[in-house]
């Protein structure tokens, strides 16, 4: 009997069903040994002249592993094939005797030289061909989708609530909220969302402390007012000490815009300095208003008040950074009486005070040119210009082309509207200003805050020497 052509087939593990030609993964040459040459019986050259077995003839299978020509299949495929194969039962060893030649040698795959596969694949080791308990990494689904991706992570507020409506603050929102007495929720106006963007911005932090100087260089525009509206927003809607400074030397009346709690001025201050050492003795030469802004006054008799030097600027700002995140200066009309060099070389911003008048709008104007002349330009680039109107009514002057003409100058400009209680000239109450008085006080400290946390580190003093 002549024997069929010799052929390579795949050795499978004993006691399973063959594998399909086209499912062949690894390559015949890692399984260390030469085959013998079989028939289509599978009988060696040996064994065939004994057989007396009639086979009909059968075609001889295709070739088994990729060539030239044939496309190897996709890796989902191959991954799919490789967990069809099956091993041999634990403690079951290769056969004897006749049999043994056909039982593959063991092979290490795990060796760095074991030959690659065709196509340049990677093999993997005999104990990873089969059903593997975990996810395999090749079966095409995303990581996403395994168990451990799913409920791997911290549990988190926003898993294990319902995200809930914010009550309405205001208007017929607020009105229907509280009839209903709560199940009746129709969410936020919105202007609540504005507001409440605008408290966020108020809120940022501080490190260290923030010096705000508020100057006008003509007086009457409303300098000392915006001082103390804009220290009383900071310190009703944030939870940092907050102080205003009269640094006036001409009488000034920022202690009148609040209750008076204490008859101490800045002079005093400086004389005790040395026995100051907590918040509760700073607190004694304060007076504090309904929203929680101190005040430290100037001597407001002229016959008892002393020249405020820029030495004793400096010394008092040196105690009171110790004690409050925020600190305004309220400043004299003049840009150069003693104590003005020292609240510019210490200040981080500035707000600049302006009528929508052509004399209060020169007056602005010039205060930043003079800024600029005397090396504080990066003040005016941290400048607010804040136009506020002193009495009703329309203005004749084009409000919108003063806005754009400061604009182009300085950081940011608020237009704060004229407000009957503010005109008064008494105590300042936030509760009494009119809702777009407030608003606008509130954007106007919420553009001073958007300086906040560029202010850590920041180099104080003038940019060039003084001509």
């Known amino acids: 009997m002549t024997d069929t052509p010799a052929r390579q087939a795949l050795p499978w593990v004993r006691g399973t069903d063959p594998v399909d030609a086209d499912s062949a993964a690894v390559d015949p040459a890692l399984w260390g040994a030469a085959e013998e040459a079989v028939d289509s019986r599978g009988l060696t050259a040996a064994e065939a002249v004994h057989d007396t077995t009639v086979t009909p003839p059968q075609t001889p299978p295709g070739p088994r592993w990729p060539t030239a020509d044939r496309a190897r299949p996709p890796a989902s495929d191959q991954a799919t094939r490789r967990r069809s194969l099956r091993v041999a039962p634990r403690g079951e060893g290769p056969p004897s005797g006749q049999e043994a030649s056909r039982w593959p040698a063991p092979t290490d795959l795990s060796r760095d030289d074991a030959p690659a596969a065709p196509g340049g694949g990677e093999h993997r080791p005999v104990e990873q061909v089969g059903p593997s308990t975990g996810p395999d990494p090749d079966d095409g689904r995303p990581a996403s989708s395994t168990p451990a991706a799913r409920h791997g992570g911290e549990i988190g507020r926003e898993v294990l609530f319902r995200p809930a409506k914010r009550p309405p603050a205001s208007g017929w929102r607020r009105a229907v909220h509280r009839w209903s007495r709560g199940a009746v929720n129709p969410g936020e106006s919105a202007a609540d969302v504005g507001h409440r963007e605008l408290v966020a911005r108020v809120n940022q932090p501080i490190r260290g402390d923030y010096k705000v100087a508020v100057l006008a260089l003509k007086g009457g525009v409303g300098k000392t007012t915006v001082t103390v509206c804009l220290g009383s927003t900071f310190s009703c809607l944030r939870g940092d000490h907050v102080v205003a400074v009269d640094a006036n ?42 929203s929680r802004l101190e005040v430290l006054a100037y001597e407001r008799d002229p016959y008892k008040a002393e020249a405020f030097s820029e030495t004793d600027y400096r010394n008092t700002v040196r105690v009171l950074e110790n004690f409050y995140n925020l600190i305004l200066t309220d400043c004299g009309t003049g840009l150069t009486h003693g104590a003005m060099r020292g609240v510019l070389d210490t200040a981080d911003a500035l707000v600049l005070v302006s009528s929508p008048a052509l004399d209060g709008a020169q007056s602005a104007d010039a205060t930043l040119n003079w800024l600029d002349a005397q090396g504080y330009g990066h003040l005016v680039e941290r400048t607010v210009v804040v136009i506020s109107s002193a009495r009703p009514g329309a203005d ?72």
């Open 249 to 290: 030397p001409d009488r000034g009346t920022l202690a009148s815009r609040i209750p008076a709690q204490t008859t101490a001025t800045v002079r005093h201050l400086l004389n005790d300095a040395d026995t100051i050492a907590r918040y509760s003795d700073v607190r004694a030469y304060t007076s504090q208003a309904p």
């Open 396 to 467: 004749t002057v084009n409000l919108g082309q003063l806005v754009a003409h400061f604009d182009a100058k300085v950081r940011a400009v608020q237009v704060i509207p004229y407000d009957q209680h503010l005109a008064e000239g008494s105590e300042v109450d936030l509760n009494r200003l009119s809702p777009a008085a407030r608003h606008a006080f509130v954007t106007l400290a919420a553009l001073v805050a958007e300086d906040f946390p560029q202010a850590a580190g920041r180099h104080h003093g003038p940019s060039r020497p003084r001509s």
